[in-house]
């Protein structure tokens, strides 16, 4: 368990930082959320849906985000701190027709993406996300008020499968009117699941809209969210996420294969990519041949 | 024998452009909150809370501000805080110049805040041992165009 690609506990997670410009201001914002106390960054990539025209066209699903390099103050900053920045990628599909369903299998088939998020519109697609798409996160959107009603049996099994609802920001922090937006959508679905499973992340588009962690969670307080889940949303359950993503990698959630670290005899630690068995043990000629000859 | 019971908040300011340094001044800084205490909460909040705001230590120098409020409404400023943006005055209306407010730490004495200022100088801007960011100015590392709305 200890090797595991996944991110230790206590840390803080932003599992929204769009990804569809270029590099450099991407890694402004990255500086940002380092300096503010972040360790754990989601790159993500937006999918609108596509009005149905003439005849399906091939879907197109962008590539991944590559791993952003951090500018160097926030090297020095990390340096300091003995901690390091883990980048995950993230797609988020919006759900406005049934044709877009479509788009999700195509994701999952692919299997590129760390996170799947969704973004449904209508009360039927809301209803089969939560109970039947292998996907991680579902957006709570605050342009306009909620198309949808959530149900009390839709989000209870959400909630039972391990699926989260995600709250983005930044965008309250620009207009006024998403801000009033969100607040009517969250306290809806906080109802019934009294901030169980709630993620809060920032969809920032300049890095001065980024908000500390511990700003972010009093947010919650706004959401009738109860004092003291108000944290999780920054640290625990974005953790939960991530490893519901990665479960989607290992075969049944119960088998998982990586390449072990590897201590030399020179006290060298090899890490796991590199290691190959056959390279660092062909100098020792005294080895027994890997295969038993045939004996006639 | 009724005493009055308080939350005091240690801040770090966060600026965009350098020069607004000169303009960090208590009266600012609440006016900022006011504003933004009236468009979230109304005309029954900034009321209530404005009177039992006061800034009680400001460092332009490390961007430090330590608030006190009422304990009554320390959650519901805590709530307003990511939300402050700009402040008031005319020069700052255009979006470029922006500031957020980070919370650092909420204590029920001035004393304690004051300890935590002092333990955690490496936690604001100007005591990062990364010392590129005392030598440049704050806000240029942090310049960007407006965003396109």
């Given at each position: 368990m200890a090797n595991l690609p996944l991110p230790k506990h206590g840390k803080y997670f932003?599992?929204?930082?769009?990804?569809?410009?270029a590099v450099s201001t991407v890694s402004k914002r990255l500086t940002m959320l380092v300096y503010l106390g972040y360790e754990i960054v989601a790159l993500t990539k937006f999918l609108p849906t596509t009005t149905s025209s003439k005849g399906k066209k091939k879907l197109i699903i962008p590539d991944p985000p590559s791993k952003v390099q951090l500018e160097e103050t926030a090297e020095k900053i990390l340096k300091d701190k003995g901690a390091e920045l883990l980048q995950y990628t993230r797609i988020t599909i919006e759900l406005?027709?049934?044709?877009?369903v479509r788009k999700v299998r195509e994701v999952l088939n692919a299997g590129v993406y760390d996170l799947v998020a969704v973004l449904p519109r209508t009360e039927k697609l809301f209803h089969s996300c939560c109970?039947?798409?292998?996907?991680d996160i579902i957006c709570i959107d605050g342009?306009?008020?909620?198309p949808y009603i959530p149900r009390h049996n839709a989000i209870k099994s959400a909630i039972t499968r391990g699926l989260f609802f995600e709250v983005c920001y930044a965008p309250m922090i620009r207009n006024n009117t998403v801000r009033r937006h969100t607040i009517s959508n969250v306290q809806k679905f906080a109802e019934f699941?009294?901030?169980?499973?709630h993620i809060m992340s920032g969809a920032a588009q300049?890095?001065?809209?980024v908000r500390g962690p511990y700003d972010v969670a009093n947010i919650n307080t706004l959401f009738c969210v109860a004092k003291n889940i108000v944290t999780h949303t920054v640290s625990k359950n974005c953790r939960a996420a991530v490893v519901h993503g990665f479960s989607r990698k290992t075969a049944k959630c119960a088998i998982y294969v990586q390449k072990k670290d590897i201590v030399t005899e020179d006290r060298e630690i090899v890490k796991g990519k590199e290691n190959n068995m056959k390279k660092l043990f062909d100098?020792?000629?005294n080895s027994p041949p890997l295969k038993k000859k045939k004996v006639e | 024998m009724v005493r009055l019971k308080h939350r005091y908040i240690a801040l770090e300011v966060v600026m965009?452009?350098?020069?607004?340094k000169r303009n960090m001044k208590p009266k600012v800084i609440t006016g900022a909150i006011r504003m933004h205490l009236n468009n979230l909460y109304g005309e029954l909040g900034s009321a209530s809370i404005y009177p039992n705001l006061s800034v009680r230590y400001l460092n332009a120098h490390t961007n430090t501000i330590i608030l006190r409020v009422r304990r009554r409404f320390a959650e519901i400023l805590l709530t307003v805080l990511p939300f402050?943006?700009?402040?008031?005055?005319?020069?700052?209306?255009?979006?470029?110049?922006k500031i957020f407010f980070r919370t650092l730490y909420v204590s029920g004495t001035i004393r304690s805040a004051q300890k935590f200022l002092i333990r955690n100088k490496t936690l604001t801007q100007s005591g990062c041992r990364a010392n590129i960011l005392a030598l440049v100015s704050v806000g240029e590392l942090f310049l960007h165009p407006s965003p396109k709305l």
């Open positions: 932003d599992l929204n930082v769009p990804s569809d410009e406005a027709e049934l044709d877009d109970t039947e798409y292998n996907i342009s306009e008020p909620l699941s009294k901030g169980k499973n300049i890095p001065m809209e100098n020792n000629q | 965009s452009k350098a020069f607004l402050v943006t700009a402040t008031e005055s005319t020069e700052f209306k255009n979006t470029d110049h």
